[in-house]
């Protein structure tokens, strides 16, 4: 999909960003690798499927349940970037915002210039077959994510979200989406109904691989 005229890119969108309103797919993807997005898992224990719908609220476009918003803290690790932030409460377990990139072959780094394996953006849609999603050249709000680690301020010293693969129902195929993570058992007033409030920056955790990466790049770097 084209990149969208500047009235509906959502506010602090960077120009140089391909907007998504929906995925976009490499044409190395096999049409056994489209087929493994396009059916949906089933949990053979309890003989539902496996992925959650992703709810009719989650609509094309820019999202009213997000703003991008510049890290303008020094002490935040992705200062002078942009962080998500929620521009309303949040409740727990809710999906978010899809994570909308391009659709790719996993592992598939150095092929022609068209190098996933060096993107910060890029996340695997269904491990077992192969397929991944990068948001680096294209994408929409939810690559705006950042990771909780050294963010300052935090009341604990957790993720407040997480990614998670979900059913798109309208285009019959997964998608992976930034979700609020469950109310904890001991959960108690306000926290039981709120999972992310309003004004508050959206966290996951990128996985200690994605760190452990990027400290052996810091390595080769400096020799």
Same mark, same amino acid.
Do not use: C
């Given at each position: 999909?084209?990149? =969208?005229?500047?009235?509906?890119?959502?506010?602090?969108?960077?120009?140089?960003?391909?907007?998504?309103?929906?995925?976009?797919?490499?044409?190395?993807?096999? =049409?056994?690798?489209?087929?493994?997005?396009?059916?949906?898992?089933?949990?053979?224990?309890?003989?539902?499927? !496996?992925?959650?719908?992703?709810?009719?609220?989650?609509?094309?476009?820019?999202?009213?349940?997000?703003?991008?918003?510049?890290?303008?803290?020094?002490?935040?690790?992705?200062?002078?970037?942009?962080?998500?932030?929620?521009?309303?409460?949040?409740?727990? #377990?809710?999906?978010?915002?899809?994570?909308?990139?391009?659709?790719?072959? !996993?592992?598939?780094?150095?092929?022609? !210039? #068209?190098?996933?394996? *060096?993107?910060?953006?890029?996340?695997?849609?269904?491990?077992?077959?192969?397929?991944?999603?990068?948001?680096?050249?294209?994408?929409?709000?939810?690559?705006?994510?950042?990771?909780?680690?050294?963010?300052?301020?935090?009341?604990?010293?957790?993720?407040?979200?997480?990614?998670?693969?979900?059913?798109?129902?309208?285009?019959?195929?997964?998608?992976?989406?930034?979700?609020? *993570?469950?109310?904890?058992?001991?959960?108690?007033?306000?926290?039981?109904?709120?999972?992310?409030?309003?004004?508050?920056?959206?966290?996951?955790?990128?996985?200690?691989?994605?760190?452990?990466?990027?400290?052996?790049?810091?390595?080769?770097?400096? !020799?």
């Amino acid at each position: 999909m084209g990149k =969208k005229d500047n009235a509906s890119l959502p506010k602090g969108w960077p120009e140089s960003i391909q907007y998504l309103t929906s995925p976009i797919y490499s044409p190395r993807l096999t =049409k056994a690798e489209l087929a493994a997005i396009r059916t949906r898992a089933a949990d053979p224990e309890v003989g539902e499927v !496996g992925e959650a719908d992703l709810p009719p609220d989650i609509q094309p476009g820019p999202s009213s349940k997000v703003r991008i918003t510049p890290i303008t803290d020094p002490e935040h690790p992705a200062h002078g970037q942009s962080g998500l932030f929620a521009a309303r409460d949040l409740k727990p #377990d809710e999906v978010v915002v899809a994570y909308l990139g391009e659709v790719h072959p !996993g592992g598939s780094g150095g092929d022609g !210039g #068209d190098d996933h394996a *060096l993107s910060d953006y890029d996340l695997w849609l269904d491990r077992p077959a192969g397929v991944a999603v990068d948001a680096a050249r294209a994408g929409n709000e939810a690559r705006f994510v950042n990771d909780y680690r050294g963010v300052p301020g935090l009341l604990r010293r957790k993720p407040n979200a997480e990614f998670r693969v979900v059913w798109d129902g309208r285009r019959g195929e997964k998608v992976m989406a930034v979700v609020v *993570l469950p109310a904890g058992k001991k959960a108690v007033g306000r926290a039981r109904t709120v999972g992310i409030a309003r004004g508050q920056e959206i966290l996951v955790s990128y996985g200690k691989g994605f760190w452990q990466q990027r400290m052996a790049e810091v390595v080769l770097e400096d !020799g």
